[in-house]
């Protein structure tokens, strides 16, 4: 890819910079349409990836999906497993799916630490099928206000207080039977969920 900066793209392209959750059909197709289709492609990377990086920094499933997608999609490229023509409509397809997911997170009616831990909660299958979509909200409603409440500044350099938000996380989900099939997995990753939301929390 050009070392090249995203708004020198623009200008090169002609095209007026959008927020990527505003990109319209009309601004995909003049994509699409660029002459020189290696700065399409680094234009929709740094798109997304600026994109990724603002609405997913404390959200470990979504950040760790669409980084990881759009890693896999840009490898192919460099590869060359993939024509250029081919990852401008993989990318533009991710861009649209991004949106929809930020539009389905609006109408969740949870705020952003909520959605996280929803986020979490819902990767683990036999939990979606066992709990029903109310409970699983209410889980990660818990889980946000009592870990926040319980998050000090310095939780992250005392070992007795990171202990204690572990066993706090776990007994919320053991209130609520969560996970049902006793997955370990599904228990580290809203562990680690709630780590990322509370060193947020705490700076």
């Not at 990767?123 to 029903?132: C, G, H, I, K």
Request: charged letters at 35%; aromatic letters at 6%.
């Amino acid at each position: 890819m050009i070392a090249q900066g995203v708004d020198d793209i623009f200008a090169m392209s002609g095209l007026d910079r959008p927020n990527i959750s505003l990109m319209s059909d009309e601004f995909m197709e003049d994509v699409r349409n660029m002459p020189y289709k290696n700065f399409a492609v680094e234009l929709l990377e740094k798109l997304l990836k600026d994109d990724i990086r603002a609405h997913t920094r404390t959200n470990v499933v979504q950040e760790r999906k669409y980084s990881e997608r759009l890693q896999a999609t840009l490898v192919k490229y460099k590869s060359r497993g993939i024509e250029a023509a081919q990852v401008i409509e993989e990318l533009i397809a991710m861009a649209k799916e991004f949106h929809a997911e930020l539009e389905r997170n609006k109408e969740l009616g949870l705020n952003s630490d909520e959605i996280a831990f929803y986020d979490a909660l819902v990767t683990n299958e036999s939990a979606v099928r066992e709990l029903d979509d109310k409970a699983l909200k209410h889980i990660a409603t818990e889980l946000a206000k009592h870990l926040r409440a319980s998050t000090t500044i310095d939780w992250q350099i005392r070992e007795n207080v990171r202990a204690r938000l572990r066993i706090l996380v776990r007994r919320i989900l053991q209130r609520f039977k969560y996970p049902p099939d006793d997955a370990p997995e599904a228990v580290e990753l809203i562990l680690k969920q709630a780590e990322v939301l509370s060193n947020e929390w705490a700076s």
